[in-house]
């Protein structure tokens, strides 16, 4: 499992153990960016010892720029590694009911679309052999805390808020001045989110592979269904030729499209004809 040294994997370190007593390995990532790191990572290590808990340090390199995205991307692949080389089938994250709720609304605020939204996962792969669990979603953070204050433990100041955006941390501390807001009732919605984004997934798998076809350089699509699906299978579309766009720019893109007018996006020219959409890489031209 991964471990922090924040109340909420310290919590959920003594759930595992007490659940699968002998069974669970820790790792806890030193980001490296501030002087206390390796201090905080020796208390996490020092409670799994308590707990005869095995318990790995990983050090990581944070890339300058965006901390927040640089330490997240340094953490995941440390955790790869380490699943891979313990040959784990799952790591645990203390995620909670919290998490999920901040994650939505932050999400919300910024107008992001039905993946956004859809907020932290019950599981998903880490490696193509191990899972990404989390257990705790649906707990929320004050029983975490009360957790580790029954079993004496004394957690580290919250590390997640180091590598925090100023806009989670206040938004945090308005949602702890929000005593009317349903914490769980919030993280439940993100879960039947997901089930949504889940079930229009495979919708846009179905017409993929029945409404898009590809002609040497030229990919045809015969554009049907909600909007939602033919904004989906157009930026699919277009990543199939390497491109990357903004979700936004796709959504300009279809906009066109769906008046019968053209448009480059991300290397890839698009154009209607009789009905069809076709794309291909800008600058080429049909053979044969």
């Known amino acids: 499992m991964a471990l922090s040294g924040g109340p909420d994997s310290m919590a959920l370190t ?18 490296r960016l501030r002087p206390e790191s390796a201090a905080e990572a020796d208390v996490a290590a020092g409670f799994c010892a308590r707990l005869s808990i095995p318990c790995t340090v990983l050090g990581v390199q944070v890339e300058t720029g965006n901390v927040q995205s640089g330490a997240r991307l340094a953490r995941y692949a440390a955790l790869r590694r380490w699943a891979d080389s313990e040959r784990l089938d799952a790591v645990a994250t203390a995620h909670h009911a919290d998490d999920q709720a ?85 993280a439940r ?33 015969n554009p049907g269904g909600p909007r939602y699906i033919r904004l989906k299978l157009l930026e699919r579309a277009i990543a199939s030729f390497g491109g990357q766009p903004r979700g936004s720019q796709v959504a300009d893109l279809l906009a066109g499209l769906e008046q019968g007018r053209g448009g480059t996006l991300a290397g890839v020219r698009a154009v209607v004809a009789d009905g069809v959409w076709l794309l291909r890489r800008e600058g080429e031209r049909r053979s044969g």
Do not use: Q
């Not at 179905?206 to 590809?214: A, G």
């Open 189 to 221: 919605a993100a879960g039947h989110l997901a089930d949504a984004e889940d079930a229009l997934s495979g919708w846009v798998e179905k017409c993929w592979r029945e409404d898009v076809t590809r002609e040497r350089d030229v990919l045809r699509y």
């Open 14 to 31: 003594l759930l595992a153990e007490a659940a699968l007593p002998g069974r669970v390995l820790a790792a806890t990532v030193d980001h």
């Open 102 to 186: 901040e994650t939505l609304l932050m999400r919300l605020n910024r107008g992001s679309g039905l993946a956004g939204l859809a907020g932290v996962r019950l599981s998903r792969p880490l490696t193509a052999e191990c899972l990404l669990v989390r257990p705790i979603l649906g707990w929320r953070k004050a029983e975490l805390e009360a957790i580790c204050a029954a079993a004496g433990v004394e957690p580290v100041r919250d590390p997640s808020n180091h590598c925090d955006r100023f806009d989670r941390v206040r938004l945090r501390r308005s949602l702890a001045a929000a005593d009317w807001l349903d914490i769980p009732a919030i």
